[in-house]
Nanobody
């Protein structure tokens, strides 16, 4: 058992839509803010989306606004990242993360309590 497990990645074509899921276990999920991050080859890991404990607040990387949608279902202990109109530059390993506080998600990621193992998203060019 690990606290967070991502799924939904795969090989996609430009213009496709994709839904990534993050399944939580062993934690009180509603007490945790959730973030999605990605790391492309040769690049630093970057924040792409975050959501408050009850889903009332969200934040996105400016460059993905309008294409990426983060959501959560606390009853199902899941968080999702919907990606619309996939582009080759979206190719990366996508990670979900959880922390009780907002600042670790959006700023001080070294303090994040839990990380998933990542799921690969590849968009053909």
């Amino acid at each position: 058992q690990v606290p967070l497990v991502e799924s939904g990645g795969g090989l996609m074509q430009p213009g496709d839509s994709l839904r990534l899921s993050c399944s939580a276990s062993g934690i009180t999920f509603s007490n945790y803010c959730v973030g999605w991050f990605r790391q492309a080859p040769g690049k630093e890991r970057e924040f792409v989306a975050g959501i408050w404990r009850n889903g009332g607040l969200t934040r996105y990387l400016d460059s993905v606004k309008g294409r990426f949608t983060i959501s959560r279902d606390n009853g199902k202990h899941t968080a999702s990242l919907e990606i619309d109109s996939l582009k080759p530059e979206d190719t990366a390993v996508y990670y979900c993360a959880a922390d009780p506080d907002w600042d670790p998600i959006v700023r001080d990621t070294a303090l994040i309590d839990y990380w998933g193992q990542g799921t690969q998203v590849t968009v053909s060019s």
